[in-house]
């Protein structure tokens, strides 16, 4: 494991943003508005329900968050690919956090069920990440079920989520 700290502010997700906190063509977390989560509680790669690493994050609800007002107009919700999204963007994040090398990118997702809505009249969306299995070859990928909620609700699960880190070459 490399020695970074286990949670991370808005100011260090942002700086991971711009490729200075895994070094240049490593992991990256996208810009805002993009950017799904406000901070990271707590992220290892030896603990969660599985024991190969997990990694917890969360997004403080503002009722002018940018797809509530395109996402339904009249009726706003978070779109169910954005919670998809963030579970992807942490996953990438946690290999980073390893040490591992290379650009992340989504390989794709098992079974994704959406269980409820985040609407602007919510206060926090807490996201789970637990690896069931890391693979560390010339393509460094983690395998990883999550799931996303809404003050403590369980608005959506992914099962067998996959991304991937792979260097130019």
């Known amino acids: ?22 070094g ?22 030896d603990r969660g329900a599985n024991g190969k690493g997990h990694i917890v994050a969360e997004l403080d609800i503002d009722p002018e968050l940018w797809f509530f007002a395109c996402h339904f107009p009249g009726n706003p919700v978070m779109p169910g690919c954005l919670m998809v999204d963030g579970l992807w963007q942490l996953t990438g994040f946690n290999l980073g956090w390893r040490g591992w090398q290379g650009q992340g990118f989504a390989l794709g997702a098992g079974e ?10 919510r206060t926090r969306v807490t996201y789970h990440v637990d690896f069931t299995r890391v693979i560390e070859r010339r393509l ?10 809404a003050d403590g609700e369980t608005v959506c699960q992914i099962k067998d989520m996959k991304v991937g880190l792979a260097t130019a070459g």
């Open 1 to 22: 494991m490399a020695d970074y700290p286990t949670h991370f502010d808005k100011d260090a997700l942002l700086a991971c943003a711009r490729g200075e906190l895994f």
């Open 24 to 45: 240049p063509g490593n992991a990256q977390l996208p810009e805002p508005p993009m950017l799904m989560m406000d901070r990271i509680t707590d992220v290892s790669g």
């Open 112 to 121: 994704v069920k959406l269980s409820g809505m985040v609407r602007p009249d």
């Open 140 to 149: 460094k990928m983690g395998v990883a079920d999550g799931r996303v909620e």
